[in-house]
């Protein structure tokens, strides 16, 4: 429980030269252009916090809160502050002196209970499900529901896709996927929590151009969310016991790769060294971990990839989801991998790297901004005119694809980087 800000969390704030140069990097700076809404002006309320001079007021929270901790910050800056680990900590801070209103720690406690149990998840799913089974789907859209629904319950229900995995469909890959082919590596697969009951085809395709690539895909029955959900909340002890659990359903030394195909758990299993490099019996285990851990695409990349590819004619744009892209620095590998694919086109988007509001729980507690985003992110999408967006992240994937509704743009598909592989592939034995 951190209720202070640690000396070594200080000297982090103190690498903060005030410079600025982050702040066109900044998503919620270039939407409203308030200093406070910036890294800087950001790291200037955390810095007041620690020294005592000022309180998580209302106002403050606010401006924490609205952070979607995308860290583009980082990238853009040169002093190389850590500032993820900057905010994370500053979260963990408010929630133990700060009393939210209890509006907002409801939605907040009931995502916390709910997203990371997939069990409990597909529960949660079933009366959408029933609506969709019954045609009855379209009351959502209708006028009445729009004009009296709470925005905070129609920003959730915009996010559902138009096709849900069936129920279960998160068992269908069993614990063991073997190699086509010789067998050249031995790799663990995360399956996530909302990836295994909402993304269940991505998981799927993960395995099968894994398979295709040598790999004897393992998938431990122990493993499941990786705990980011609960540290982007501030919720840092649950967060922790997350990672411990995933850690201790694996050794390392048996697998080759521990793969990972959702960005943002990425991000954070990368992280488990430094989340547990206090907790004597885990902490080596933990880095160790860590440092087995790569996103699908960077393993691919790392590999030599089986390019027996059919053609995927398209035109499409990369969206670099954050956590790829500045939280992990793995941008060129995936566009390395489309790139030969035959027939895709891959054009430039603009602002590619710029959040499209998803981020991990943000657009379900901060729907305004994350609309915002949204919109801001779509309206690039249709200026490159493309028939599809590939990303690597799922919740960027639930995000555009909810915008490209929104905007009329169903046309245009939204898929996960592995699955315009798989794809390709299959084209061959098509
Ligand atoms: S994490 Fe993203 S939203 Fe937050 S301060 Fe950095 S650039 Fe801005
Ligand atoms: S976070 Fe980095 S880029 Fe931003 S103001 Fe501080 S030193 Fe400058």
């Known amino acids: 429980m951190a209720t202070t800000f640690e000396e070594k969390d200080y000297d982090r704030l103190l690498e903060c030269v005030h410079c600025g140069l982050c702040l066109p990097a900044c998503p919620t700076y270039a939407e409203d252009g308030n200093e406070a809404d910036s890294p800087r002006g950001r790291i200037y309320l955390m810095k007041k916090l ?30 190389g502050v850590n500032y993820g680990h900057l905010i994370e900590k500053t979260r963990a801070v408010l929630e133990e002196n700060y009393p939210r209103p209890l509006e907002d720690k409801i939605l907040r406690r009931t995502m916390a209970a709910l997203l990371p149990y997939p069990e409990r998840l597909e529960l949660a799913l079933l009366p959408a499900r029933a609506l969709r089974a019954a045609g009855l789907d379209g009351l959502l859209e209708s006028k009445l529901f729009k004009s009296f629904a709470p925005t905070k319950l129609k920003s959730m229900l915009s996010l559902l896709p138009n096709e849900l ?60 969310c ?16 997350f990672a411990r659990k995933n850690v201790n359903a694996l050794n390392p030394a048996d697998v080759d790769a521990i793969i990972i195909n959702a960005a943002g758990c990425g991000a954070m299993v990368k992280q488990y060294g430094e989340l547990l490099e206090d907790q004597a019996g885990i902490a080596n285990a933990a880095a160790e971990f860590a440092a087995k851990t790569r996103d699908v695409s960077e393993f691919l ?6 390019t027996e590819f059919g053609p ?26 489309l790139q030969q694919i035959p027939e895709l ?30 919109k801001r992110k779509v309206s690039n999408v249709a200026a490159a005119d ?22 009329g743009l169903e046309h245009v598909e939204v898929l996960h980087t592995v699955e315009v592989l798989d794809r390709a592939y299959r084209a061959v034995d098509s």
């Open 50 to 79: 620690a020294d005592g001079k000022l309180e998580f007021t209302e106002n403050v929270v606010r401006h924490m809160d609205l952070c979607l901790g995308c860290t583009a910050c980082e990238t853009a800056c040169p002093s």
């Open 345 to 374: 086109e891959l054009v430039p988007l603009n602002e590619s790297d710029m959040c499209c509001g998803s981020a991990g729980p943000y657009n379900l507690v901060e729907p305004e901004m994350a609309e915002r985003l949204q």
């Open 386 to 407: 493309v028939d599809l967006v590939i990303n690597g992240n799922p919740g960027c994937s639930l995000q555009i694809l909810a915008g490209l509704k929104t905007a």
């Open 226 to 241: 990786c705990g980011a959900l609960h540290t982007h909340m501030g919720y840092h002890d649950e967060g922790c016991d």
């Open 312 to 337: 995927y004619p398209a035109r499409a744009v990369y969206h670099d989801a954050c956590h790829l892209a500045h939280a992990q620095r793995v941008r060129l590998q995936p566009r390395k991998l």
């Open 165 to 224: 995995p069936p129920m279960g469909a998160r068992h269908q890959l069993g614990e063991i996927i073997p190699a086509e082919g010789e067998r050249k590596y031995r790799v663990a697969l995360l399956t996530g929590c909302v990836m295994s009951v909402m993304f269940a085809q991505t998981n799927e395709a993960t395995a099968r151009v894994l398979s295709k690539n040598g790999c004897e895909v393992v998938i431990p029955p122990g493993m499941g």
């Open 301 to 306: 990349d790392e590999i030599e990839l089986n």
